[in-house]
């Protein structure tokens, strides 16, 4: 039964090795694909820039004499933007809910200069991408995309705003001053989420968790965000229906009609090598097995002298047992005190 039981606990470990390996596996492809869009991102933003000091440089050297660029195939896409810009790259770790969300006021602290030290609201936050848009800020006319067709044709481009990440926006929060009374709009460079937690309504946007200002302990509340709400259809399936009990057991017939399908349908499969159980019969026999092999381990070939050895230290033992079981008995017990105190006289008589 032990070497069953090496053997399915190696199995399991190689299982929980090739899980493992197989997790780090996507995940590294998840990187590398975050890594390639990220440098597609990046190279499509330097190109465009790139282009565009080109041209200014040509418009102040050439003047009258410049190039009109938006003729030909970029006629109606110029001045445009590819719209690898519009969605960035996304996180292979998923990422909680952070502390900014839809309605929350920010002020831009990092990125383009014309937009450091604006205050907008924001829009949509991306927390996959670890991005969000403010509304009003940083907008661009977006290309349509080929794929949408029939629709490109139509409306070649569109004016979105462009994301922000994240860690380049400082939320923005109005305090009472303590001094003079008066309200005014605060920076908040730090922000803690914590106790108490609360249910929030379905498809809510909103966390569970409330927000701090990290280190002042000061509640700063959630914006009101309205959760949205989706019309019910003639097709769609009624709330009754999905909670009505439609099956009811019954003790005449099981549940399955054998075994085997049962075996087939459970998550631990009988036979996986990985499994972590063996039917009772199979272990009853293997610890008979076991009892049987150490049985036949211990046995040996004894001689009549053996034989006769082994019986007598079997007599010496049970003599040995009864004498301890008996006690001292009261003779015994005067004839040691006698000889103590001979013994003890004799002491002081020969250190005198």
């Given at each position: 039964m032990q070497r069953i039981l090496r053997i399915n606990l190696q199995a399991r470990n190689q299982a929980l090795k090739a899980s493992r390996r197989k997790n780090y596996e996507k995940l590294r492809d998840d990187?590398?694909?975050?890594?390639?869009?990220?440098?597609?991102?990046?190279?499509?933003?330097?190109?465009?820039?790139?282009?565009?000091?080109?041209?200014?440089?040509?418009?102040?050297?050439?003047?009258?004499?410049?190039?009109?660029?938006?003729?030909?195939?970029?006629?109606?896409?110029?001045?445009?933007?590819?719209?690898?810009?519009?969605?960035?790259?996304?996180?292979?770790?998923?990422?909680?809910?952070?502390?900014?969300?839809?309605?929350?006021?920010?002020?831009?602290?990092?990125?383009?200069?014309?937009?450091?030290?604006?205050?907008?609201?924001?829009?949509?936050?991306?927390?996959?991408?670890?991005?969000?848009?403010?509304?009003?800020?940083?907008?661009?006319?977006?290309?349509?995309?080929?794929?949408?067709?029939?629709?490109?044709?139509?409306?070649?481009?569109?004016?979105?705003?462009?994301?922000?990440?994240?860690?380049?926006?400082?939320?923005?929060?109005?305090?009472?001053?303590?001094?003079?009374?008066?309200?005014?709009?605060?920076?908040?460079?730090?922000?803690?989420?914590?106790?108490?937690?609360?249910?929030?309504?379905?498809?809510?946007?909103?966390?569970?968790?409330?927000?701090?200002?990290?280190?002042?302990?000061?509640?700063?509340?959630?914006?009101?965000?309205?959760?949205?709400?989706?019309?019910?259809?003639?097709?769609d399936t009624t709330r009754y229906d999905v909670e009505s009990q439609t099956w009811t057991p019954t003790i005449y017939q099981p549940p399955l009609p054998s075994q085997e399908i049962f075996d087939n349908l459970t998550e631990d499969d009988k036979y996986r090598r990985d499994r972590a159980w063996h039917e009772d019969e199979y272990v009853r026999m293997k610890v008979l097995e076991d009892a049987r092999a150490e049985w036949f381990k211990e046995r040996k070939i004894q001689g009549p002298l053996a034989k006769m050895a082994e019986e007598k230290l079997r007599i010496v033992a049970e003599r040995a047992e009864s004498i301890k079981q008996a006690g001292m008995s009261e003779e015994t017990r005067k004839i040691l005190m006698e000889e103590m105190n001979a013994a003890k006289g004799r002491r002081l008589k020969a250190s005198a």
């Open positions: 990187w590398k694909d975050y890594e390639t869009r990220l440098i597609q991102t990046e190279k499509v933003k330097n190109a465009h820039i790139k282009a565009e000091r080109r041209a200014r440089r040509e418009d102040w050297v050439l003047g009258p004499l410049a190039p009109k660029r938006d003729i030909g195939t970029k006629q109606d896409f110029y001045g445009t933007v590819s719209n690898l810009l519009y969605q960035g790259p996304v996180f292979p770790p998923k990422v909680r809910h952070g502390n900014i969300v839809e309605g929350d006021r920010v002020c831009i602290v990092k990125g383009k200069e014309s937009l450091i030290g604006q205050i907008g609201q924001v829009k949509d936050v991306s927390s996959d991408s670890k991005e969000l848009r403010i509304e009003g800020l940083n907008m661009a006319d977006v290309e349509i995309p080929e794929s949408f067709g029939e629709q490109r044709d139509k409306i070649h481009f569109s004016s979105l705003e462009l994301p922000i990440p994240i860690s380049d926006v400082r939320l923005v929060y109005r305090l009472t001053d303590p001094t003079t009374g008066r309200d005014r709009d605060v920076i908040v460079k730090y922000i803690r989420g914590g106790a108490p937690y609360f249910q929030r309504a379905p498809n809510s946007p909103l966390p569970r968790h409330t927000r701090y200002v990290a280190g002042e302990d000061i509640l700063i509340p959630w914006p009101e965000v309205e959760a949205p709400r989706y019309q019910a259809f003639e097709g």
